[in-house]
């Protein structure tokens, strides 16, 4: 086969989730059915890494030395939110129930997978926290074992720094059935209940 | 977000089964994990774009004008294979109980779709079964309703001009138990049964 075709096949499965058949598939596809997708597809990845670095305060992906929502007035600056990915902060901004700051971990604590505390930036958290304009860090990280994992060591560590912490509530989602939901996050929702 | 990431993300959901959410997690994949992967990713498809043009005999992806398979003397070249995709080529290949020629049709006839004869280049295919070289021809479209219409098609369209057309054989698969073969297998393996 034409080598620069497995030269494409062979990049594409650096993309998580793509082996080797959904590689070839893909490559196929773009040159027999989208050449100007796979030029653009191409310019977009260089463009991305040429300009795409780190927020020097939230450590969020940005273009800029400090992104648009760190540099927005009309934010609370003294809320600051923990999220694992940009992803989960998009998520957060949708529900429109928080104005502060945010802060991306791009990552979550993972012994097994050998990610420590320096992986995911928390020298970096402690001096953004420790500003002296934050007066409360929300964890928002996910509720797997590692999101909780990593919660709970963000919560000493900034604690002990006489932080205030909180951590989104846990219990039943909207439209849950009980019969459907786990036990798990039924026994948390009774031991967090709340007075109406 | 950053305007390059956004970018990327819309030029990844160009990639066949790719949708919103999948696009952003391998753009924050790269990003994050695997920047050189990208950059390796964009050269590789800039360099497929410029390099790779269709064989003039046999149709398939090639860097040159005539690919490596039509060019090997040691091939039969009496003998020309119908294939929808370079992929099923490779599987032929691989079996290792063809050593004739090939043509790639790059699709299958697909009336629903709006892909009829010329989208599948039947008019180079005849121009090359009809080198006089050229005795018999093996149509190994899939045997989907597709790809049979597909080959009833060429079928049909080369015995008109004199030429011998075979198709590969239907029946049980190797390894395959009759209790879960489906009906309709059995029951072209009950027709085409060989004497032993």
Known sequence: MAKSLDFLTEALRRLPGVGPKSAQRMAFHLLQHDREGAAMLSRALYQAV?????????????????????????RDNTMLCVVETPADQLMIEQTLTYKG????????LSPLDGIGPKDIHLEKLIGRAA?????????ATNFTNEGEATAHYISEMLKARGLKVSRLARGVPVGGELEYVDAGTIARAML?????
Chains 1, 2 share one sequence.
Do not use: K, W
């Open 192 to 196: 967090d209940r709340r007075a109406t």
């Open 50 to 74: 040429e300009a795409v670095h780190h927020c020097a305060l939230c450590n969020t992906f940005a273009e800029t030395e400090v992104c648009d929502t760190c540099l927005d007035e009309r």
């Open 101 to 108: 700051l945010y802060f991306v971990l791009m990552g979550r």
């Open 131 to 139: 500003d002296g304009v934050v007066t409360e860090v929300v964890l």
